[in-house]
Structures are given as structure tokens and as C-alpha cells.
């Protein structure tokens, strides 16, 4: 099974970027769809964004399109969310997830691994 890191996330003022990045080992994901979800207090860990095992194609929910951005270098085995214009409401912890296969996936059922988490946090 694929063991996945996140690391990139902190403190951050509103209208302020970060970027978080997701280092994959014990296998390559590069057949593998990849995506980002993320868990906010009392609330249920939702879909963010995945990417197809290429790249070419990528899938946003609603409330960050237009603001974040994912992306993948299967050469260093690593998957990228770049968030710009961060909003108070996207304070959460961000989990970043490997498909079981090539197919993009929008719901956790689908998700074969889940990194440890890396907390945003985003002031008003």
C-alpha cells in the first residue's frame, strides 16, 4: 500500500496562498488517480480536488475552483495543491488520497490511502 505525507500546510492571513504537497513511497502512483480532501472541526471529511493519473484532466468542488490549483510530477512521485485567495472557511485539515485505480474519484469509498493530514489554517 502506498504510504502518502503531506507537508506545506500553517497559519496564513485571508487572501494569502500555500502550497501543499503530498510525497508518495512504497509505490509509484503513477497509474494511480490522486486527489485532496479536507476535515474541518465537526464536520465530515469532503472532497476537494483529485487529478487523473496524467494530469490532464482535474476536478474541483464549487468553493475552490478558480482559487485552487492541482497538480502531479510522477517522476518525484508527488501531488501538489497550490490554494491562493485562502478564505477563513477554508481553515480544515487537508488529506491528500490515492485512488484504487486510474479512475478519479470524488468521494472518500474510493480512496485507497490517506497521508497523515497537515493543518491550514486561515485568519480573517
Known amino acids: 500500500q502506498v504510504q502518502l505525507v503531506e507537508s506545506g500546510g500553517g497559519l496564513v492571513q485571508a487572501g494569502g496562498s500555500l502550497r501543499l504537497s503530498c510525497a508518495a513511497s512504497?509505490?509509484?502512483?503513477?497509474?494511480?488517480?490522486m486527489g485532496w480532501f479536507r476535515q474541518a472541526p465537526g464536520k465530515e471529511r469532503e472532497f476537494v480536488s483529485a487529478i487523473s493519473w496524467s494530469g490532464g484532466d482535474t476536478f474541483y468542488t464549487s468553493s475552490v475552483k478558480g482559487r485552487f490549483t492541482i497538480s502531479r510530477d510522477n517522476a518525484k512521485n508527488t501531488v501538489y495543491l497550490q490554494m491562493n485567495s485562502l478564505k477563513p472557511e477554508d481553515t480544515a485539515i487537508y488529506y491528500c488520497a490515492a485512488g484504487r485505480s486510474a479512475m478519479v474519484f470524488t468521494t472518500t469509498q474510493h480512496v485507497d490511502s490517506w497521508g497523515q493530514g497537515t493543518q491550514v489554517t486561515v485568519s480573517s
Open positions: 512504497r509505490r509509484s502512483i503513477g497509474n494511480y488517480a
